[in-house]
């Protein structure tokens, strides 16, 4: 038995470990992700994939360097990028966007367990085949983690996959390399990680306090922890600082502020939010069974009584403690890993500005606690006269068989909006985002009395009036139109009031044509379902033959978004009922040049139909 510990403990063995354990956690991950390449697109995805096929004969700089999406000045150029690639090198399949996702966690989990090697050597632990399956173990329990399925299983989770997996890199480029390119090179890595999504801003100050604790030999008093940090808070500012310069000039919106926010949580309960927000990401990294879905919506009475002020009094209590113990020399990691949940918290508005509690938003912050955890862990087994028990292997192992069993129920539930939808509702039906997403889903895949059963029930969350009217409007026109229920989805589409009609009317009260005009896309008109209301109408009296309607609501459907090409094959069709034979091909085109290939063969089919009645 000493001599096979010994010949274990030798540095060829050891290398042979790791690198076995390296790819038994891809292994283990594509066990668990395997059946992803079977999912479709779902949710936002099909914005994503629409924006990176962009309009016709616009640039691939363009698309990359313009806001992700309408409404809201995301600027994440870096993952666009990969999206542009993708859909003209492969087209638009999901399965391969859903392998690249799933082979940017694959590196993400190897590299986290690269990095819990190093430290486990920095901590003076001894290298040994129980050191090294703690680290398999840890690593596993992240790639596998309940809540890190949305980020594989949904294509548009990219952004949070590439910036976890570049802020990985960042950390341990920061303990491996020691050369003089060391800090040009995590800059760079930095600023790629921005580029991907705002919310690795606290990066730099994390790794450098960490390093602070990790060489214990810092004076701790505020002017100490400066000099300690001054190289991570240069290259934040400096990364930061860029960013923004270059966000602000190519999409002029800096943040976001979400008129959610806005409405509820404004003032002082903006604190309130901060802690509810914590208490759901808290719950879902420690009892991740407890609420499994897609959507993790804050209970509407949270917003009520009492509960805010005790939330809002609790969130500043402990950043005050946490700051105080920082500067005195304790906390360090614990304040390292508040950094990295400040943007996420939306405590820095720097991306979404809602706290709603997703899944995706963990990606990161779980990387890195998983870190900070074998800083403590690995510097107290250091300090023990001998190692644990193997048998207490057993625990993660265990917890990481169910985390397997999970995933693998979970990721064919993200297959398409049916499947996605039908999920969120058997928990949060309540809640008017999911309704509505639900409803529509029902819709779409012909389930028209399931959807006619769901609007029969009330509504009963406190959302503002002319936002639920909209909503249900919207569905119950969509509704009548799938059923063929022509008239009664333009009448019920009548009496819903939008912005855009709105901004319509005292542009032509101007003398001017809002035809010729649209939207900047970041506009905060900008709203998807009010696209839908007017696209819904112009289907419903194109059916009805009232084509000089239908082409003015397909012109408000292009006012709010030029580069929807349904609403622009619309007004083709509008314009051939008007026998405007010369635009209306012109309009075709456009809307041809702009389709997805596998949607041209129905959009083709719908104008011959339509040709035919016009003929009759």
């Not at 992240?142 to 989770?157: D, K």
């Not at 790629?192 to 060489?215: D, H, N, R, T, Y």
């Not at 917003?303 to 005050?320: D, K, Q, Y």
Request: some cysteine; charged content about 15%.
């Amino acid at each position: 038995m000493s001599y096979l510990q010994g010949a274990l403990g030798r540095p060829f063995f050891m290398r042979a470990l790791i690198t076995l354990g390296a790819f038994s956690l891809m292994g283990v991950l594509l066990l668990a992700y395997g059946a992803v390449r079977l999912n479709g697109y779902a949710w936002d995805d099909w914005e994503i994939v629409n924006r990176a096929l962009g309009m016709p004969g616009q640039s691939a700089v363009d698309i990359v360097l313009g806001p992700v999406l309408p409404g809201a000045p995301y600027f994440r150029p870096l993952v666009m990028a990969t999206f542009v690639a993708e859909m003209r090198l492969a087209g638009t399949h999901p399965e391969v966007s859903h392998w690249i996702s799933l082979s940017i966690h694959a590196a993400s989990v190897v590299l986290l367990y690269a990095i819990l090697i190093v430290l486990a050597k920095r901590v003076a632990l001894r290298l040994n085949a129980i050191v090294v399956c703690w680290c398999v173990a840890t690593a596993a329990l992240y790639g596998l983690h309940p809540a890190l399925i949305e980020s594989v299983a949904w294509a548009s989770a990219r952004f949070d996959l590439l910036a976890t997996l570049l802020s990985l890199l960042y950390v341990w480029v920061g303990l491996t390399v020691v050369s003089v390119a060391r800090i040009p090179l995590m800059f760079l890595i930095f600023l790629s990680a921005l580029m991907c999504k705002e919310v690795v801003v606290g990066i730099p100050i994390f790794f450098a306090l960490m390093q602070m604790w990790l060489k214990g030999d810092v004076v701790y008093s505020l002017g100490g922890i400066l000099r300690a940090v001054r190289e991570g808070l240069l290259i934040c500012l400096v990364g930061v600082g860029f960013y923004f310069y270059l966000k602000g000039y190519l999409i002029d919106r800096a943040v976001f502020t979400d008129p959610f926010v806005a409405a509820y949580w404004s003032g002082w309960r903006r604190l309130s939010l901060v802690g509810e927000t914590l208490i759901q990401y808290a719950t879902l990294i420690l009892v991740p069974f407890s609420s499994i879905g897609p959507h993790h919506p804050i209970p509407w009475e949270h917003a009520n009584g009492v509960r805010p002020l005790v939330t809002a009094t609790s969130v500043v209590t402990a950043f005050i403690a946490v700051a105080a113990c920082a500067v005195r020399g304790r906390g360090l990691l614990l304040a390292g890993f508040a950094l990295i949940m400040l943007p996420v918290l939306n405590v820095l508005p720097l991306s979404v500005a809602g706290g709603i509690a997703a899944d995706r938003y963990l990606t990161l912050p779980l990387a890195m606690l998983a870190i900070l955890l074998m800083c403590v862990a690995g510097r107290r087994a250091a300090a023990l006269r001998e190692m644990p028990r193997p048998w207490w292997l057993l625990v993660p192992v265990g917890v990481g068989f169910v985390f397997l069993m999970n995933v693998m129920v979970t990721v064919p539930l993200w297959k398409n909006d049916l499947t996605l939808w039908a999920w969120a509702a058997e928990k949060h039906l309540e809640q008017p985002y999911v309704r509505k997403n639900h409803v529509s889903s029902l819709i779409a895949y012909g389930m028209l009395d399931k959807a006619e059963a769901v609007l029969a029930k009330p509504i009963v969350a406190p959302v503002k009036g002319q936002d639920i009217r909209l909503q249900e409007g919207l569905l119950q026109g969509q509704l009548h139109l799938k059923k063929g229920e022509w008239l009664q989805a333009v009448e019920v589409l009548n009496g819903v009031e939008t912005r855009t009609e709105t901004f319509w009317r005292q542009v032509v009260a101007r003398g001017k044509n809002p035809a010729d005009m649209w939207l900047p896309s970041d506009s905060p008109v900008a709203n998807s379902d009010e696209i839908r209301v007017f696209l819904t109408k112009a289907e419903a009296l194109l059916a009805l033959r009232r084509f000089d309607e239908a082409k003015v609501e397909a012109e408000k459907a292009l006012f709010i978004n030029r580069r929807n090409h349904t609403a622009r094959a619309l007004k083709s069709f509008a314009l051939y009922g008007l026998k405007d034979v010369e635009n209306a091909e012109r309009e075709y085109k456009l809307a041809l040049e702009g389709t997805l290939p596998q949607q041209r063969e129905v959009v083709e089919l719908v104008k011959q139909n339509l040709l035919k009645r016009l003929d009759n």
